[in-house]
């Protein structure tokens, strides 16, 4: 009796310990974030009117008159009111749709943060503290774990449920109303490519001209305006790649004889004579230009399967999009025109069968890459639960009795997060290179292909593996002496893995918006680049244009805080005051980010809503079917059951934006559609100036005293092949193709 006495002291000893490492931990991350938070303000508040090229830099390159609002307020906190007196028009005319529909999602979780804050507060948060399962820890404390099984005071949390699941699609059906309305603004614009569509997978006796023009006739009577087949120009851009390196090395040459006075050298070969740079590099520049005209000159450019097909109308272009050209699935496949700059040329070459053989290999690669991730997440969650590994793995104990509690509370709190946020750094570049390999023509396909793999990875991995996992950690001992008591250790443990969220939520909020806010990144290297890289007036402009706003990482991440508030909203309603101040801070942020910070190098034409809309819902659901298993953990089983008529509702809500709005946000209402005879031309020579910005060098810089290399269109071959035979595009209008 003696010893079963001194293993449950030890137990409850060692049980202490944890709970007040937990606390420990909760106060050093509360602590860090408002240290941060506040000096990262000040820090902020105090640089945006000094350093201008890095807080500043979309009204240094954009015209800024369309929009008051992006001009920079002087006062040390004015910064803030940009988030406050923006509406809808400004932030969709300043910013475009894509900042709007990302600003208004945050928006719509903010709201539902603040509906679920009250209820939490008064009502869940009182009845977890008097549960009476006798907890005393504060996190646990006040946290479902602390409410006994059959207690009628659960009833509270079923309401709950109701409640923020109705919140949920009330909110996100108004959030419809406004995305159509700006959609369809949008879509009647009139640019360029809303006139045309591309179609991929012709069939190889058609991509001549004529053949193709006399098909296409007969499906769109006196609709289309003229044909494009696009052609293969590999060599091309390769000698174009060869000419943009040596324009850069004869810039750079240049300068170092106008700063030092000296004739720069160079060898063309590692043991040869070093001859005069410049003069070198002008007779390279006139052998690959040559070479270039040549090239265009050849015109025997072998035609890909695919076409730009112009419409005389916006009302005949959204009529084909929405048409089935063929009864063959193998071809003719029809997608809006992308924007000149977002054209994956090379990808265009790739046949029907073999995408699809390249889109089965990229789902597999993802599939195994989700699959290998739950082992670093697993080493994540030990790091979360070291008091409870320390009871079961004698030398983790005796590594732990020297380490201070603050150390431990780091480790615990911070280390984690630290190691997953570092992860969804380097995933999408991995995934962008997998959407490149199955073939998309566009990167803002690809950009919401890597978005939907980031809410998979972030589901799974982030959500649901850690909180079994630490689940069955905390439990260890207990799990391996009594299997069957898994489901009674679940409904106990779950609710108090809520110290992992908060400290993510928090670090997220604070530390995470407060990196973004601040820029310290871009500052430093910035500031390293002007110092000690930039020589040339080229390399000064390039080293503080902003990059694109990465909406595919940006929503991924709210969707992701977004399931993990509503989930523990109920669970443990402490965490909805971090929920609150996530989306109330990054909105306030990323409102001034996007109106003075960041330059989209493309539009996804606010296509990311439709796909965030039904993440919400995913999430909804996976909340809905947690709190079905946590009230069945809790023998509330009447309680468990009548949550499935939330979920029948929630799926006829599904069905019902499905089959009613979709298709409205899809396409341009043809009442609304009208024509342009300027748009064909418009979009051309907006394909020929974007695909020379990317792919050679701009013409806005002097070369030489004599501007002998100031001007690329005469070097822009003819590579469209005009179907209609009576449009001869000059060397300045041709259509830019690779």
Known sequence: MSGITNVNKTKSTLLNVNLNIQSETFKLVTVLCAVIFVGSVLFFSFLRLRFRQIYAPRLLLIENKICTLANLPKSFFAW???????????????????????????????????????????V???????????????????????????????????????????????????????????????????SGNQFAVLVRDIPSNMTENQDLKRNLDELFPNKISSIYVISDLTKWQNLVKK?????????RAKFYAEKTG?????????????VDAIEQYEKDLELIQEQIIDEKNRGDYIPLPCALVFFKSLKSSTSALQSVWTTDPLSFHVTAAPEPNEIMWNNLKIKFPLRKLRMVIGMIFIFFLVIFWTVPILFISSLTKIQALAKELGWLNDLKAGTSEMVLSLIQGVVPVALISLFYVILPYILFAV????????????????????FIFQTFNTFFIYIISGSVLQNLSQIAQSPLQLPSLLAKSLPSQSGFFINYLALSSFVGLAVELTRIVPLILTTFKLKCLADTQRDRLEAWKPKRPEYEVMFSQGLLFFLIGISYSILSPIIIPFFVLYYAFGYVVWVYQLLHVYIAEWEHG????????????VAIFVFQLLMMGVFFLKKMWYAGVMIVPLIVLT???WWFISTQYTKQGDYLVLSEAVSSQYAERTFLDEVRKRYIRDSSIPDIYEYSTDNKYTSYDDYIPIIVNDSEGQHELTENESLLQR
Request: proline letters at 4%; a positive charge; one cysteine or more.
């Open 80 to 122: 803030v009111s940009p988030a406050i007196r923006a509406t809808d028009d400004d932030i969709f005319t300043f910013a475009g749709i894509d900042a709007l529909v990302y600003v208004r999602f945050l928006k719509l979780v903010l709201k539902l943060a603040l509906f679920t804050l009250p209820y939490g507060f008064i």
């Open 243 to 251: 000419h943009d390196a040596l324009v850069i090395k004869y810039e």
């Open 651 to 653: 799926v006829i809500y």
């Open 606 to 617: 606010g296509r990311f809503w439709p796909q965030v809309f039904y993440r919400i819902l």
């Open 124 to 190: 869940l948060l009182p009845i977890n503290v008097n549960g009476g399962n006798g907890l005393t820890d504060g996190l646990d404390k006040m946290s479902m774990s602390n409410v006994t099984k059959s207690s009628n005071a659960l009833w509270a949390h079923f309401i709950a449920v109701w409640l923020y699941t109705l919140a949920t699609l009330y909110l996100t059906y108004v959030e419809w109303q406004v995305y159509i309305k700006y959609r369809q603004r949008y879509l009647k614009r009139g």
């Open 435 to 454: 959407a490149q390999f199955q073939g998309y023509c566009c990167k803002s396909n690809m950009a919401i292909m890597v978005f939907q793999c980031l």
């Open 262 to 274: 000296k004739v720069p050298e160079v060898s063309k070969h590692p043991c040869g004579t070093k």
